[in-house]
């Protein structure tokens, strides 16, 4: 685990990316599809807008990464909840 390397410019790359696609496909490509699927309208997407669920979906993953990596730091193994993600 010593020889373990990251490429952090190709880390924040992907990231940059995956939002950008995600940006584009539900939101110019086929917002009005998806909304339509889920059974959402225009007024009820600007009520909504406080809800915390997309916050929590992000900060999870991040906070049991930063475990992960601060793990590998220390020079240790990963905890085993870690492994799962």
């Known amino acids: 685990m010593n020889n373990f390397r990251i490429n952090h410019l190709a880390v924040w790359v992907s990231?940059?990316?995956?939002?950008?696609?995600?940006?584009?496909?539900?939101?110019?490509?086929?917002?009005?599809?998806?909304?339509?699927?889920?059974?959402?309208?225009?007024?009820?997407?600007?009520?909504?807008?406080?809800?915390?669920?997309?916050?929590?979906?992000?900060?999870?993953p991040l906070l049991l990464q930063f475990t992960f990596w601060h793990g590998c730091l220390q020079g240790s193994e990963p905890p085993a909840y870690t492994l799962l993600v």
């Open 15 to 60: 990231i940059i990316v995956m939002h950008a696609i995600g940006f584009l496909w539900y939101g110019i490509l086929f917002a009005k599809q998806w909304m339509a699927m889920v059974g959402l309208d225009d007024a009820s997407m600007q009520e909504d807008s406080g809800d915390f669920g997309p916050w929590i979906m992000n900060a999870v």
